[in-house]
């Protein structure tokens, strides 16, 4: 196993252990710090192990963090005038 699909890994150990915290903003800071940290991680992720695995690794991200995409969703949908 590659250092980078270790890394993604931790990411995503660490993504569900900040889930089970309790939290007052219900973990938007977090999910930041997750996606800041996740970004190049994907990057090295595609660039050592090929885009096949960077997509694995980034649909794997977008089910972890799945509330930040549909309100992104949102707003281009309300931002494109649908």
């Not at 991200?61 to 309300?78: E, K, T």
């Amino acid at each position: 196993m590659t250092l980078s699909l270790v890394l993604a890994a931790l990411w995503g150990l660490s993504a569900n252990m900040i889930a089970l915290l309790p939290s007052r903003d219900h973990h938007w800071r977090a999910a930041y710090v997750l996606i800041a940290l996740g970004i190049p991680i994907l990057g090295y992720v595609t660039w050592q192990n090929g885009p096949w695995i960077g997509l694995i690794v980034l649909v794997a991200g977008m089910s972890i963090l799945r509330w930040p995409l549909i309100y992104l969703g949102r707003w281009v949908r309300r931002k494109s005038g649908r």
